[in-house]
């Protein structure tokens, strides 16, 4: 029986959901499938070509690779205007999140290239992937796909976050050790601008993006307690926050995560405590119950300009936004010497999950011998035959226009002919010859 191939794409390339997604499946099955990835840039390429079965995207291998893949899974999106019949396509997106995505945003709101984005991935998604019953509605609207075919079976990056070794990983990063730091803080900010988009406006003359901010005030208090604060910084953000150098403040740098094998879920369980805003790594921190602490400076503007789903902060927050220094400070110093957290919304975020679901994923597509289950039906995709039914008949419509086009060509071709003969001198006179023969024979009948 032939092998079931599966390509995998994310971004930043291997990384995230399709990353744990794919070493799983390489462990479990073995050799039982073929398994690729498809990387969008050469430097990336070259860096991941020794350590993974690869092809660049828009390569012929690439091409000939979509024509034999039974099952793609992606994070943002990826390969879906290559998705063709009898092919599973799964959407494992990126992140739960509390920020509006995909249709929840106005029209008014969505770059046009979003808005494309949208009916493409609408069109090909056959699955979405999500960790509980509660993001199926959300992510149903989102994606604005069937809700059959949203499944509350997981979220792969929730296993490193939970069982990786994330200080290991963290000292390996940083090239030096961490163990002499009291408390590893994380500041893991949301994408604002880029893209074609401009979610707010962010106060780039301090690190943690606000108003009232004292930056000696929060040095001081990292340098005496000892605390080691690690920034991240979303993958695709372009703006420079201004910032003091100081041996407590380390950056975690995206392409140091890449060289090392790691994504930022290899690293994160190394924190005791998350600092960020509107970005899903609030959420999926939370189900190792340690505290996140909210900065919501800017939600106002980012409210407006792309808005959180129920717009209800409080939801989300669950009380722990802030919005300057000295409240910072204190909520810091509440969960980190005093307070304990837990998740009181864990149950509704990730369901009866541990880890990542791995296992009910795989169970759900494939057989133990590595074929698909006969529950997934390739190519049942209504709105992807729909549209590969319009497409099929603007094709024969553009046959069809060209074909008469030929034919109003063909026509127009002959009648110039007809007319140079018309107006020959040849024709003129053999027009004469006629006419005479023509009164001849009037004459002789006479």
Same mark, same amino acid.
């Given at each position: 029986?032939?092998?079931?191939?599966?390509?995998f794409?994310?971004?930043?390339?291997?990384?995230?959901n399709?990353?744990v $997604?794919?070493d799983?499946?390489k462990?479990?099955?073995?050799?039982?499938?073929?398994l690729?990835?498809v990387?969008?840039?050469?430097?990336?390429y070259?860096?991941l070509?020794?350590?993974l079965?690869? +092809?660049m995207?828009g390569?012929?291998e690439?091409?000939?690779l979509?024509?034999k893949?039974?099952?793609i899974?992606?994070? &943002? *999106?990826q390969l879906? =205007?290559?998705?063709?019949?009898?092919?599973?396509?799964v959407?494992l997106?990126? *992140?739960?999140?509390?920020?509006?995505?995909?249709?929840m945003?106005?029209?008014?709101n969505?770059?046009?290239?979003?808005?494309?984005?949208?009916?493409?991935l609408?069109i090909?998604?056959?699955?979405? @992937? +999500?960790?509980?019953k509660?993001?199926?509605?959300?992510?149903c609207a989102?994606?604005? +796909?069937?809700?059959? &075919?949203?499944?509350?079976? *997981?979220?792969p990056?929730?296993?490193p976050?939970?069982?990786?070794?994330?200080?290991?990983?963290? =000292?390996?990063?940083?090239?030096?050790?961490?163990?002499?730091?009291?408390?590893i803080?994380?500041? $893991?900010?949301t994408f604002?601008?880029?893209c074609?988009?401009?979610?707010?406006?962010?106060?780039?003359n /301090?690190?943690?993006?606000?108003e009232e901010?004292n930056?000696?005030?929060?040095?001081?208090?990292?340098e005496?307690?000892?605390?080691?604060?690690?920034?991240?910084?979303h993958?695709? =953000?372009?703006? %420079?926050?201004?910032?003091?150098?100081? %041996?407590?403040?380390k950056?975690?740098d995206?392409?140091?995560?890449q060289l090392?094998?790691?994504?930022?879920?290899?690293v994160? /369980?190394?924190?005791?405590?998350?600092?960020?805003?509107?970005?899903?790594?609030?959420?999926?921190f939370s189900i190792?119950?340690?505290?996140v @602490?909210?900065? !919501?400076? !800017?939600l106002?503007?980012?409210?407006? /300009?792309r808005?959180?789903?129920?717009?209800?902060?409080?939801?989300?927050?669950? *009380?722990?936004?802030?919005?300057n220094?000295k409240?910072?400070?204190?909520k810091?110093?509440?969960?980190?010497?005093? #307070?304990?957290?837990?998740?009181?919304?864990?149950e509704?975020?990730?369901? %009866?999950?541990?880890? #990542?679901?791995?296992e009910?994923?795989? %169970?759900?597509?494939?057989t133990?011998n590595?074929?698909?289950?006969?529950?997934?039906?390739?190519?049942?995709?209504?709105a992807?035959?729909?549209?590969?039914?319009? !497409?099929?008949?603007?094709?024969?419509?553009?046959?069809? /226009?060209?074909?008469?086009?030929?034919?109003?060509?063909?026509?127009?071709?002959?009648?110039n002919?007809?007319n140079?003969i018309?107006?020959?001198k040849?024709?003129?006179?053999?027009e004469?010859?006629r006419k005479?023969?023509?009164?001849?024979?009037k004459f +002789?009948?006479?």
């Amino acid at each position: 029986m032939e092998k079931v191939t599966v390509l995998f794409q994310s971004s930043p390339n291997y990384s995230g959901n399709s990353k744990v $997604m794919y070493d799983y499946i390489k462990s479990k099955y073995k050799n039982k499938m073929n398994l690729c990835w498809v990387i969008d840039n050469k430097k990336d390429y070259e860096n991941l070509k020794e350590k993974l079965n690869c +092809v660049m995207y828009g390569s012929k291998e690439m091409m000939q690779l979509i024509s034999k893949a039974n099952i793609i899974f992606t994070t &943002h *999106g990826q390969l879906k =205007e290559y998705k063709h019949d009898n092919q599973i396509y799964v959407n494992l997106w990126h *992140g739960i999140t509390m920020k509006k995505l995909g249709y929840m945003i106005s029209e008014k709101n969505m770059a046009k290239q979003d808005q494309l984005y949208c009916e493409q991935l609408q069109i090909c998604t056959d699955y979405v @992937i +999500v960790p509980s019953k509660f993001w199926q509605l959300i992510f149903c609207a989102i994606f604005n +796909v069937n809700f059959s &075919h949203v499944l509350p079976l *997981g979220c792969p990056k929730l296993d490193p976050i939970i069982k990786a070794d994330g200080k290991g990983n963290l =000292e390996k990063l940083l090239g030096e050790e961490i163990k002499n730091y009291k408390k590893i803080i994380y500041y $893991m900010p949301t994408f604002r601008s880029g893209c074609g988009r401009n979610d707010s406006n962010p106060n780039l003359n /301090n690190i943690l993006n606000l108003e009232e901010y004292n930056e000696r005030l929060f040095l001081d208090y990292l340098e005496n307690n000892n605390y080691l604060l690690c920034i991240k910084y979303h993958p695709e =953000e372009k703006l %420079n926050f201004k910032y003091d150098i100081s %041996n407590n403040i380390k950056i975690i740098d995206e392409e140091k995560l890449q060289l090392n094998n790691f994504s930022v879920y290899d690293v994160l /369980n190394a924190a005791d405590l998350l600092i960020t805003d509107y970005s899903s790594l609030g959420l999926e921190f939370s189900i190792s119950d340690k505290p996140v @602490i909210y900065l !919501d400076t !800017d939600l106002e503007d980012y409210q407006k /300009n792309r808005g959180l789903i129920f717009d209800d902060k409080d939801f989300w927050f669950q *009380g722990n936004d802030v919005s300057n220094i000295k409240q910072l400070l204190d909520k810091m110093e509440f969960y980190l010497k005093k #307070g304990k957290y837990k998740n009181k919304m864990k149950e509704i975020w990730f369901g %009866n999950l541990k880890d #990542g679901g791995l296992e009910q994923i795989c %169970n759900y597509f494939f057989t133990t011998n590595g074929s698909i289950n006969n529950q997934i039906k390739l190519g049942d995709n209504l709105a992807f035959i729909q549209h590969k039914k319009i !497409d099929d008949l603007n094709e024969k419509n553009k046959k069809l /226009n060209l074909d008469n086009d030929f034919l109003k060509r063909k026509n127009k071709q002959q009648e110039n002919e007809l007319n140079l003969i018309y107006n020959s001198k040849s024709w003129k006179l053999m027009e004469k010859i006629r006419k005479i023969k023509n009164k001849f024979f009037k004459f +002789v009948r006479k």
